[in-house]
Structures are given as structure tokens and as C-alpha cells.
């Protein structure tokens, strides 16, 4: 039986109760010296959201999820996949086309249109795999060089895919047919609110389970984790580590190409110029709030969505800029890498003592023992 130690637990807590606290502080501070009013802030920050906008949190949540996994897999081979967001734009465009043209029926249409989405996002995340493992060059700037060009890219196919609506300027692919579209799920019988939860939050979930289950309980997953760690013994045990890094960096793409899958079938039903955008860089940040476990992102991506939610009603409320979300989030992240950081040593220093102290009372039972 596993036996659980107080003490890991107490430190697993503390580095995140330390962010908040510091992010709390530091933000008043910010609120302070500018002369914005600090109660009313926080007042309308952590106050109960309604109950549309708990569903609107569970949504953004969700397509946060898939894009922080989607990085946390680079994380845990020590690669810095900046590229999600072109990534899941050049994924999302394609599935759109594909699901459009409706060559299949409803439910193998959404079926195929994720695998479509998954080959997308993984096939451009190659290609900085591939720069790296052939010629050396950091997937940092190779991914940020395919997000422009990923942008640009998918401008140009849209303006030849795009279907004209009589009407209006908005620009867009082929609505998904009614038959292809995922029925959202209701939760008016517990919160009382006609709005629906993406009905692709399963597969949200999904890729969490997977995510956890590969790393952890497959020989691929102890490899890649091994291999981010320390890339010498992951060679030294036999572990091809140019194929671990371009495999990670697909896998990486492929979850990333599911990032705007919920808002394709759950809400816009096309792609179009008003797909919404840097979905990529917040997964960034999430995954490392949520320290690159399937868990702990579950956490982030929801406090990461409840402070956008209750973001909208600061300039209303409080007379401040919606945009203080933005501040807050990012200092946030930087509260957590510190307080991870301070707990980490604090824990070593710790562990250190507790050995030290049995080694200090072992020579002594040693003694005794001869002496008997």
C-alpha cells in the first residue's frame, strides 16, 4: 500500500498557496501606486460568478486544457513548444475544410475531421522537430518563425476556401452540416442557466487520461521523461533520443491540433477570420501553473478561465481596465515558478536534515549491536 506522506503534501500545497498569496500582494500593490480602488477589485474578482458564466468558464477551460497539455508534452521532454498556436490554427483550418465538404456521415465526419485535425497540428510541429534533430536549430525559434508563418498561411488558404454569406463581411470555410455538429451538454436542472457545456469537454478529458497514463504506466512515456531530464544517461540506457525528440514534438502538435476542436463543432461550426486566437501562448502559462501534471492543469485552466470570465465586468464594477486580468495572470505564473522554486530548495534542505539525523543515530546502533 502506498503510504502517504504529510510532508510532500504540505509542500505540494504550499508552493501554490505561496503564488496566490504573492500574486494577491503584488497586484494590490500595482492597484495602490496607480490609485485604482483595491476592494472593489478584488470584490468583483472573486465574487460568485452566475451561472452563465460557469459554463462560459468550463468552456474556455476546456480548450485551455488541450492547449496546455498540448505544451506540458514538450515540457516533459525539456523542449519549449511556443508553436501551439499556429499549430492548432493550421489544425483547426483543416478539419474545418474537410468536415465542410461533409463526404461523410455525421458522427465519422467529426470522427475523421479530429484525425485530420491531429495529422495537421502534428505535421507542422514536425517540421521543427525535424529542423532540430537534423540541423540544430532551437525549437524556440522555430516554432515562433512557423506561428507567422502558420498566420499567414491559413490567411491566404481562407481567402480561397472561403464561402461568401449574403449579408455579411465575415469571412469563413463551409459550415459544418447540422448533422456533423456536437450537441452541447445541459446543466439547467443545476445551475439553472440555458447555456450548454461544449460536448467536446470528453474529449478534453480524454487527452488528460492519456496524457497521464502514457507518461506514466508506458515504457515511451518513462523514456521521454527520462530523456528530459538528463539526455546523456537517457543515452547511455539505449534510448534513441533524435526519435524521442521529434516523436515528442509531433505528439506535442497532434494534441495541439485539438485545441480549437470544441469551438469548431461546439460553437462557430466554421472556420473563419473571427476564430478565436491566442489560445496557443495561454496554454504556455497554464502548463506551467498547473506544473505539467494532467491534474494540477485541470486546476490552472479553470482559474485561468474563472479570471477571465469575472475580467469582463471590472470597467463596469470597478472602474479598471479589463486588461489588469492580463496583469494579474502573468504575475501569477512568475509567483508560481518563484514559490516552486523556494519550495523545492526548502524541501531538499528538509530531505537533507532527514538523512543527515538517521546517519547521525546509526553509528550508534551499530555500537550497541557489537557490544552485545
Same mark, same amino acid.
Given at each position: 500500500? %502506498?503510504?502517504?506522506? *504529510? ?15 504573492? &500574486? =494577491? ?5 500595482? /492597484?495602490?501606486?496607480?490609485?485604482? *480602488? ?19 468558464? #468550463?468552456?474556455?477551460? %476546456? ?15 525539456? +523542449? ?11 489544425? @483547426? =483550418?483543416?478539419?474545418?475544410? =474537410? ?12 470522427? #475523421? ?5 491531429? &495529422?495537421?497540428? !502534428? /505535421? ?9 534533430? %537534423? ?32 449579408? $455579411? ?26 447555456? +450548454? ?10 487527452? !488528460? ?11 515511451? !512515456? ?13 543515452? &547511455?540506457?539505449?534510448?534513441? #533520443? ?5 516523436? $515528442?514534438?509531433?505528439? $506535442?502538435?497532434? &494534441?495541439?491540433? /485539438? ?14 477570420? %473571427?476564430?478565436? $486566437?491566442?489560445?496557443? =501562448? ?30 469582463? !465586468? ?11 486580468? /492580463? ?8 509567483? #508560481? ?18 538523512? @543527515? ?5 546509526? *553509528? ?9
Amino acid at each position: 500500500m %502506498t503510504r502517504i506522506d *504529510p510532508r510532500r503534501i504540505a509542500l505540494g500545497l504550499a508552493a501554490p498557496l505561496l503564488a496566490i498569496l504573492v &500574486a =494577491f500582494v503584488v497586484t494590490s500593490l500595482i /492597484l495602490f501606486v496607480a490609485r485604482d *480602488p483595491v476592494g472593489a477589485v478584488w470584490t468583483q474578482l472573486i465574487k460568485a460568478p452566475l451561472p452563465r458564466q460557469v459554463v462560459a468558464i #468550463v468552456n474556455a477551460a %476546456t480548450v485551455y486544457y488541450l492547449s496546455a497539455i498540448a505544451v506540458a508534452i514538450g515540457f516533459r521532454m525539456n +523542449l519549449f513548444n511556443i508553436g501551439v498556436d499556429g499549430q492548432y490554427r493550421v489544425a @483547426a =483550418f483543416a478539419a474545418a475544410v =474537410f468536415a465542410g465538404q461533409a463526404w461523410l456521415p455525421g458522427p465519422l465526419n467529426i470522427l #475523421v475531421s479530429l484525425l485530420v485535425a491531429m &495529422a495537421a497540428g !502534428g /505535421l507542422w510541429a514536425g517540421i521543427a522537430g525535424l529542423l532540430k534533430v %537534423t540541423r540544430g536549430v532551437s525549437e524556440v525559434i522555430s516554432t515562433i518563425m512557423l506561428n507567422a508563418i502558420a498566420t499567414f498561411l491559413v490567411s491566404f488558404l481562407l481567402s480561397k476556401a472561403a464561402v461568401k454569406v449574403e449579408g $455579411s463581411n465575415a469571412v469563413s470555410t463551409r459550415p459544418i452540416p447540422e448533422s456533423s455538429r456536437v450537441p452541447g451538454i445541459s446543466v439547467d436542472g443545476i445551475i439553472a442557466t440555458p447555456n +450548454l457545456i461544449y460536448g467536446l469537454v470528453v474529449l478534453a478529458i480524454l487527452v !488528460g487520461f492519456l496524457y497521464w497514463f502514457i507518461l506514466n504506466k508506458t515504457r515511451f !512515456g518513462f523514456d521521454l521523461r527520462a530523456t528530459g531530464r538528463s539526455e546523456t544517461a537517457a543515452v &547511455a540506457s539505449g534510448v534513441k #533520443v533524435k526519435r524521442m525528440v521529434l516523436v $515528442s514534438m509531433v505528439l $506535442s502538435g497532434a &494534441a495541439a491540433g /485539438l485545441v480549437g476542436m470544441p469551438l469548431l463543432f461546439g460553437q462557430d461550426h466554421a472556420y473563419g477570420d %473571427t476564430f478565436q $486566437s491566442g489560445l496557443g =501562448f495561454a496554454g504556455i502559462a497554464i502548463a506551467l501553473l498547473g506544473r505539467n501534471n494532467a491534474i494540477g492543469i485541470v486546476f490552472a485552466s479553470l482559474l485561468w478561465a474563472f479570471l477571465d470570465a469575472q475580467g469582463n !465586468g471590472l470597467q463596469i464594477n470597478a472602474g479598471v481596465s479589463d486588461r489588469l486580468v /492580463l496583469v494579474i495572470q502573468g504575475v501569477i505564473v512568475l509567483s #508560481v515558478v518563484i514559490a516552486y522554486e523556494i519550495v523545492r530548495r526548502a524541501g531538499v534542505r528538509m530531505e537533507q536534515r532527514r538523512v @543527515a539525523s538517521q546517519l547521525a543515530r546509526t *553509528p550508534a546502533a551499530t555500537t550497541e549491536g557489537a557490544s552485545a
